[in-house]
């Protein structure tokens, strides 16, 4: 999918732009750190992350310098949380995900 050998490819991928760093104006540094590889997590893979284990350090230090905080506050976020979980509803309605109906799962599967 990614060839994560080309950094200029790969910086650009995690790269946060002003729409998304306005978006995290009222948040703490845990909260905006949290969200932040969140929602990138979710436009690169297609899902959340399980834990922040899941997480290149890489990335993790990639976004520590974007958002001008210490990378060690993203230890103290856990995407399964109740602050992740309602990050995680805020991305789905951005990106504009929603449940799909009954008759649209029937077209799926018929």
């Known amino acids: 999918m990614?060839?994560?050998?080309d950094k200029s490819e790969w910086k650009d991928v995690w790269l946060l732009t002003p729409g998304q760093i306005s978006l995290l104006t009222s948040m703490t540094d845990k909260g905006r750190f949290g969200f932040s590889v969140q929602?990138?997590?979710?436009?690169?893979?297609?899902k959340f992350p399980g834990s922040v284990e899941d997480i290149s350090s890489d990335v993790i230090e990639y976004f520590s310098?974007?958002?001008?905080?210490?990378?060690n506050i993203f230890s103290l976020y856990e995407p399964t949380d109740r602050q992740g979980q309602r990050h995680r509803q805020a991305i789905?309605?951005?990106?504009?995900?929603?449940?799909s109906s009954d008759t649209e799962l029937?077209?799926?599967?018929?």
């Open 92 to 99: 789905c309605r951005l990106l504009g995900y929603r449940p």
């Open 65 to 71: 310098q974007q958002l001008g905080v210490p990378d």
């Open 39 to 46: 929602l990138k997590f979710m436009k690169v893979y297609g």
């Open 2 to 5: 990614y060839d994560w050998q």
């Open 106 to 110: 029937r077209k799926l599967f018929n």
